[in-house]
């Protein structure tokens, strides 16, 4: 009934590209603050990216600051992550969650995620 698909994730080298999609359904989405999380191998999982329920604030890491867009779809039930700049210190699976709260929202309740994406950046 809820799922957060992501997609988009592979291999690149450094300097490259990438952009990362979620599609939600099953709840009202659009309703929820969208983040982007990733876990690199032996590490917690972090926050990267959360754009309110409107779309009109962002928020980001500062190891991505500059680099990385968050945005949602005219929907506001897809969200998406442009990546530029790739550095190998990016690799790690991409998540997408939904949740909402108070303060900033590296803090906020996600309630839903999805299975994650692969990025891999080689130098």
């Known amino acids: 009934q809820v799922q957060l698909v992501e997609s988009g994730g592979g291999l690149v080298q450094a300097g490259d590209s990438l952009r990362l999609s979620c599609a939600a359904s099953?709840?009202?989405?659009?309703?929820?603050?969208m983040g982007w999380f990733r876990q690199a191998p032996g590490k917690k999982r972090e926050f990267v990216a959360a754009?309110?329920?409107?779309?009109?604030?962002?928020y980001y890491a500062s190891s991505v600051e500059g680099r990385f867009t968050i945005s949602r779809g005219s929907a506001r039930n897809t969200v998406y992550l442009q990546m530029t700049r790739l550095e190998p210190k990016d690799t790690a699976v991409y998540y997408c969650?939904?949740?909402?709260?108070?303060?900033?929202?590296?803090?906020?309740?996600?309630?839903?995620w999805g299975q994650g994406t692969q990025v891999t950046v080689s130098s």
């Open positions: 754009i309110t329920n409107s779309g009109d604030s962002t």
């Open positions: 969650a939904g949740g909402g709260g108070l303060g900033h929202p590296e803090h906020y309740t996600y309630d839903y």
């Open positions: 099953g709840r009202p989405f659009s309703t929820y603050a």
